[in-house]
């Protein structure tokens, strides 16, 4: 989640937050990403202990979901950005407001991959 992402919520954060369930984590790592039109969305919950701040991520969504219909969600990547040291994966989330697929043509009027 970008610093002004969280900003626009009240939190002040100088880098970025990233969750990464490589190691940690639970169902909620099974979600895929889709862009703009997933079906959940993100609250970020902060909770307070006496040394520290511990962010919890709660997910809901605005409609009924169907048995085994997919969730989704929008990871907020940023296909355009050809600083980050990771490379984002080749979203086929085939939704029409997919970034991936606007990045691909605006990257073949530039003559890049
Ligand atoms: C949190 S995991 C999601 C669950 C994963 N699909 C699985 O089966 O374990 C995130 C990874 O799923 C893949 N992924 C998720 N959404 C995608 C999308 N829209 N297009 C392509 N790959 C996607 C990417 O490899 C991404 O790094």
Known sequence: MSPSYLACRGICLRIPLCLDATFFGNAARFI???CCD???VDVLVTIESPDRHYYHVA???SRAVKPMEE??????IDFDDDTHP???FK???GSPFCRRAASSKK????GRK
Do not use: P, Q, S, V
Request: charged share 30%.
């Open 59 to 61: 997910f809901f969504t």
């Open 86 to 88: 990771i490379e984002a």
């Open 38 to 40: 997933g079906i959940l």
């Open 71 to 76: 969730l989704t969600w929008d990871y907020r």
């Open 91 to 93: 979203c086929l989330c």
């Open 32 to 34: 895929n990403h889709r």
């Open 107 to 110: 990257r073949k009027k530039r």
